[in-house]
């Protein structure tokens, strides 16, 4: 995937003014994918409802009410979840499970993200020596299994809390964003603008930080909106089979493990979380692929 | 059809699937023709044995229990009225006082399943291999408290103890075969097969992380068995467990008495739950070396904000009717010595409140009390992984909360949780399922110079009394101190009892029968955990 | 071309070697063996003295990493932690069991891959294209374990309506093994449902990625050369077209391995098939460093393994690659 630079010179007005233009037209590309946009404002809710879950839900999570237990959905009561063994609300409980969920998501993002375009533009720019070390690295991490390890880390230093799990989590992914950062700086490193920038007297930094990383933000931003997706996967894998985020804080992975065993006869208890990780990954992955076609229409309409 | 009729009301369903059980049970098995003959009963168990050496510390897992109940047979059996029955031995065993001695006396007919008879050198054998420094024993209580035995005759045995053991009918629960385990490496010599064992079936083969195959015994010296052949197929995730019932892939399962699989199977065409709570139960431990723990008005006061009664009807009355919350720690609700000394710390939540106000305790700006400096915030440390426990947490949690005190979440694995921290102090609350009805195991937890007491209790009257129950024989006696031990228990509080813990056996009555759920074990190979499997000569498949 | 593959080998085997490191070390700067054997209660002094001198604990770290990797090499991983029992008999038979699961699995992948990449690239926009797109999007955004319990509810009530056992919800084999041609008959009934759940991500991963590749040669220089040499379309797509678009395909499989041998702990949990998840599985619930460790170095291997054999096949088919 090329980028397309402005062919003239270095001067600051001159690529803002560029830079200004194209990002005119990626955003105006990105609205036009209807999907994503209709996946945009659907996540859009979804994380409303979830942040705001208090006043939403008149019932609290923890909210024990035994006489009330194991009911299917209804609309009288305002249980439109049903609700589980202890007769707590499920609607509640999965909308704090998706809060919590979309925490660590964010958080495993956001740490991932940093540390794969460190990482990556580290190796990218320096090459030689660093590169093959890092590279190296990021090959080992990626070979083994993540769930294992994963599952390794938290058996012997987990503590369960969202936070927690989240950094393990971006101590993995992290490798994906590295990957294509540094090809990235790879391709861009060649470039005039940036030679002429070396040859002016920028240091290592400035290139980086002012030049190059500028142009890959667009590549590291769609996949920083995929690691949300699969950063969702595996965490609620992991509260699945019990090695993710503890009770009693809520996780949606956890709801589906708590409730299986009667999936039979209360189906809404493993339905509903199901659902609504379905429904938040799909969403993402219809937005990220709307960021990638708007990128990729901006480098076709450049060209 | 009767099922079909049934099967709307679950409730009934169950209890006419116990008493059919029952009926074809009380017909006894004196009865064979009565009971259909031959076939093969497929039946799952969650996890797989590592070794069939029950007295291994590897071997101390359920799944030994379930497969040894199949292939051993000991001096007394343990049905469900609680009265034990003698099965090897051809009469109730003598007992001595002062000095404690037992003398057994082997059937005429007990044989192993090569045919070779159960002697009184076998029990000298056991004995023998038990106590051998050189083999691994996970637990040699009470055997060394032997001082030896004298062989009387060919089949009779007597041996001698340095104190009473009261329970001694569940001594030689397992006797091993001395003609073909002499000269063997014990720790070994069942890590692969049991060759040579005297119960209803003896083990076929076993096709790793798939399935055991017993077949039936052809030597057994009780009453039949009236299957041909048992397999025992490995199914480690409950939802699966319950999906292959419904699909017939397998016909039985002694899965953990988790509330999900009440609620199901209650409305699953011809599945019937088999549960009786028995007297073990789940109870809640504390540290006193926690600040606010080890003041007694707190203990007290989350015993009374704790609704007990509530729990057993949620989680146990689903599946086992006559569930009740248990006040006693000594003694089953049956049983003629019962007294409810746990009674009076009910569930009253103004009380408990009232409680920690009148002891200076003072409510935070979070409502959570602190009490002469401490904070009322503890850690609940309890087993991962299991729906029970988790569901039992959330309950104590919604409880205490509503009194003022803030329970955490602390879940370890169970081989964490009893192999590290429990002995070493590291909870504030500890939740376990037990019974001591016999306070040789309670005092290296509770005695003042207890060896695992990190809990920090103690209280001097308590190890007098505890003392004096282990040497006292007489059981009128006895029984007059172990309520005594329990009164000081249910005043001090180091421990309470939250509810009876069920054993239950699911099966597909259109297939098998025979099954009459014993709840009499603590569930450890080591002393015998067959609950399921105690009368598997009994079991039958429906023609 | 023999440097070419000799210099991959020794890279790999290279990688290996940091991978024994990494791991010894890495478990052993988060685990505590020692501590825990102390804090066992079942466990006799002697025997706990027999256990630290097997394993040498009392050592330091790097002549424990040296006893290890002799224990791996000479001694197939040796025994386990607290009950030194082999390891490697049980962990070599789950291998196989997985193995069958992970190939079976992967084929079936790629095979759907090809035929939706294929076609999707050749009628692209296509209704056919739009709905494999979505079921691909859908594929991405399921969770293996959802998935996985759901084709087993549904094919318990198939067998409730009709009666007839079309496949099974557990195990590898039935509680009868059948023989002959009805063994592997069994077997596919068995491993069916856990195929389909560990594929699900695969298919949806590689079939996206062919139909992209597919659209990109499909443009090339190359392949309206042999259009305008007059070749049918048939031939066109499948000999030419396909075959370049096919081979980086080998690449993805292979970063995509650690997925699947993740996915396999689920699936293996959920359908209790007794193979490396399970082994896996067991091994943290009782804290097995020993049974943990040659587990991640088992998988670690496959995985570069895999990857060296497509490097290979890879470099052998594209001489470019080969610089």
């Known amino acids: 995937m090329t980028v397309p630079l402005p062919s003239t010179a270095t001067d600051r007005e001159g690529l803002a003014v560029a830079h200004r233009s194209q990002f005119r037209l990626f955003v105006s590309r990105f609205f036009r994918h209807r999907v994503a946009m209709i996946s945009l404002v659907i996540l859009t809710a979804i994380v409303v409802a979830a942040l705001n879950a208090e006043r939403i839900s008149p019932y609290p999570y923890d909210g024990m009410n035994l006489p009330a237990a194991n009911l299917g959905p209804t609309v009288e009561g305002g249980h439109y979840f049903g609700t589980d063994k202890l007769g707590r609300d499920y609607f509640t409980r999965v909308l704090y499970g998706t809060r919590t969920t979309i925490f660590v998501a964010m958080t495993v993002a956001v740490l991932a993200t940093l540390t794969g375009t460190l990482i990556g533009a580290f190796a990218g720019y320096f090459g030689g020596r660093i590169d093959n070390i890092l590279m190296r690295i990021t090959d080992l991490v990626i070979i083994l ?159 | 059809m009767i099922v079909s009729c049934l099967a709307v009301r679950p409730w009934r369903f169950a209890i006419a699937g116990a008493l059919v059980a029952g009926l074809m049970l009380a017909s006894g098995p004196s009865n064979a023709q009565d009971v259909p003959q031959g076939g093969t009963m497929v039946f799952a168990h969650e996890q797989e044995p590592g070794t069939f050496n029950m007295f291994h510390p590897s071997g101390q897992s359920g799944a030994v229990a379930a497969t040894n109940g199949l292939m051993q047979i000991g001096t007394y059996r343990f049905p469900p009225d609680g009265v034990p029955v003698p099965f090897i031995i051809e009469k109730e065993a003598e007992v001595t006082n002062d000095p404690f001695t037992v003398t057994y006396t082997v059937r005429e007919d007990a044989t192993f399943n090569d045919g070779h008879p159960i002697r009184a050198e076998d029990y000298a054998f056991t004995y023998e ?62 890590q692969e097969t049991v060759p040579v064992s005297n119960g209803p079936f003896k083990m076929e083969s076993w096709d790793r992380g798939q399935q055991i195959v017993f077949v039936k015994n052809e030597n057994f010296f009780g009453n039949g068995p009236n299957l041909d052949r048992i397999v025992m197929r490995f199914v480690p995730e409950t939802n699966t467990l319950l999906e292959l019932l419904r699909s017939g892939e397998i016909d039985a399962s002694d899965p953990q008495p988790q509330p999900e699989i009440i609620s199901t199977v209650a409305n699953l065409e011809g599945i019937t739950v088999d549960a009786k709570t028995g007297l073990l139960n789940e109870f809640i431990r504390f540290n ?256 | 071309m023999l440097r070419f593959i000799a210099n991959r080998a020794f890279f790999s085997f290279f990688v290996l070697l940091a991978a024994t490191a990494v791991i010894f070390f890495g478990i052993s700067s988060i685990s505590d063996p020692l501590g825990e054997l102390r804090s066992e209660p079942n466990i006799s002094p002697e025997a706990l ?63 759907m891959a090809i035929i939706i990449g294929v076609l999707a690239g050749r009628f692209q926009y296509s209704i056919f294209d739009y709905g494999t797109t979505v079921l691909s999007f859908i594929g991405y955004s399921i969770p293996i374990f959802w998935f996985a319990l759901i084709l087993q509810i549904m094919a318990v009530n198939f067998y409730q309506a009709t009666g007839i056992r079309a496949v099974y919800i557990s195990g590898l084999s039935s509680v009868d093994v059948p023989s002959g041609f009805m063994f592997y008959v069994d077997r596919f009934q068995h491993l069916i449902l856990p195929i389909l759940a560990l594929s699900v991500t695969s298919i949806a991963t590689y079939s996206r990625y062919l139909r992209a590749s597919m659209l990109e040669v499909i443009n090339s220089d190359y392949v309206r050369t042999a259009r305008a040499k007059g070749l049918n379309e048939r031939t066109v797509v499948l000999r030419h077209a396909l075959r370049n678009a096919a081979l980086p395909l080998a690449t993805v499989v292979g970063v995509n391995l650690g997925t699947v041998f993740s996915g396999t702990i689920i699936i293996e949990t959920i359908f209790s098939m007794p193979g490396m998840g399970l082994f896996f599985f067991n091994a943290l619930s009782t804290r097995d460093v020993y049974s943990i460790m040659a587990w991640l170095m088992v998988t670690a291997t496959l995985a570069l393994v895999f990857n060296l054999i497509t490097d290979i096949v890879y470099g052998v088919l594209d001489p470019r690659i080969r610089t």
């Open chain 3, 49 to 111: 003295q027999r256990l630290i001198d097997r394993k040498h604990l009392e050592d330091p770290l790097i002549v424990q990493y040296g006893y290890w990797v002799k224990d791996m090499v000479t001694a197939q991983f040796g025994t386990d932690l607290k009950f030194d029992r082999a390891i490697w008999p049980e962990l070599s038979r789950s291998l196989v069991n997985t193995v069958q699961l992970v190939i079976l699995a992967e084929l079936f992948a790629i095979a």
């Open chain 1, 145 to 303: 299994p993540g769930l294992a390890l994963l599952m390794i880390l938290t058996t012997f230093l987990g503590e369960g809390t969202p936070i927690h799990v989240a950094v393990l989590l971006s101590s993995l992914l992290w490798t994906l964003v590295a990957r294509i950062v540094r090809a990235q700086f790879m391709s861009l490193k060649r470039r005039e603008f940036v030679e002429a920038a070396i040859l002016a007297g920028a240091s290592p930094w400035r290139v980086i930080w002012r030049h190059i990383l500028p142009n890959t933000l667009g590549p590291i931003i769609v996949n920083a909106t995929l690691t949300i997706s699969t950063a969702i996967l595996i965490e609620s894998a992991l509260s699945f089979i019990g090695f993710g985020v503890k009770p009693p804080t809520p996780a949606l992975g956890q709801l589906i493990s708590q409730g299986r065993g009667s999936m039979q006869t209360q189906w809404w208890l493993v339905t509903f979380p199901g659902l609504m990780i379905v429904t938040i990954c799909l969403t993402i992955n219809f937005i990220g692929d709307g960021l990638r076609d708007a990128l990729d229409a901006r480098q076709a309409q450049r060209s």
């Open chain 2, 129 to 190: 291999t038990l106590v051998n420094p050189e083999w691994t024993i996970a637990n040699r209580k009470p055997y060394d408290l032997i001082t030896g035995y004298e062989i009387i005759d060919e089949r009779t045995i007597k041996f001698s103890f340095s104190a009473p053991v009261p329970s001694y009918k569940k001594l030689f629960h397992i006797v091993l075969p001395k003609h073909d385990l002499e000269g063997k490496n014990w720790d070994t010599a069942w």
């Open chain 2, 288 to 543: 006193f070396k926690t600040p606010g723990l080890d003041k007694k008005y707190v203990r007290h006061a989350i015993m009374m904000g704790i609704d007990r009664q509530a729990i057993v009807d949620q989680l146990m009355k689903p599946v086992d009717p006559t569930a009740t919350t248990p006040q006693s720690w000594v003694f089953a609700p049956s049983s003629p010595n019962y007294q409810p000394k746990f009674e009076a710390l009910g569930y009253n939540p103004e009380g408990a409140i009232k409680l920690l106000e009148d002891n200076g305790c003072t409510r935070g700006a979070d409502q959570i009390f602190v009490c002469d400096g401490a904070r009322l915030e503890f850690g609940y440390v309890t087993t991962a992984g299991s729906e029970r426990r988790e569901l039992t947490f959330e309950i104590v949690q919604a409880y205490l909360q509503m009194i003022g005190i803030q329970i955490n979440a602390d879940f370890s694995e169970a081989a964490v949780q009893f192999g590290t921290r429990g002995p070493q102090g590291q909870y504030d609350l500890f939740v376990q399922g037990g019974l001591y009805d016999d306070p040789i195991p309670l005092m290296p937890y509770m005695g003042c110079e207890g060896t695992i007491n990190a809990s920090g209790y103690c209280n001097p009257e308590l190890d007098a009394v505890m003392n004096e129950i282990t040497v006292t024989a007489d059981p009128v006696k006895q029984a007059e101190l172990l309520n005594r031990m329990d009164s000081i228990l249910a005043e001090d509080l180091p421990f309470f009892p939250v509810f009876g813990l069920s054993r239950m056996v699911v099966y597909n009555a259109n297939r098998v029968g025979g099954f009459d759920v014993s709840p009499f074990t603590d569930g450890t190979p080591s002393t015998g955990g067959w609950y399921w499997n105690w009368n598997s000569q009994d079991f039958y498949r429906v023609q």
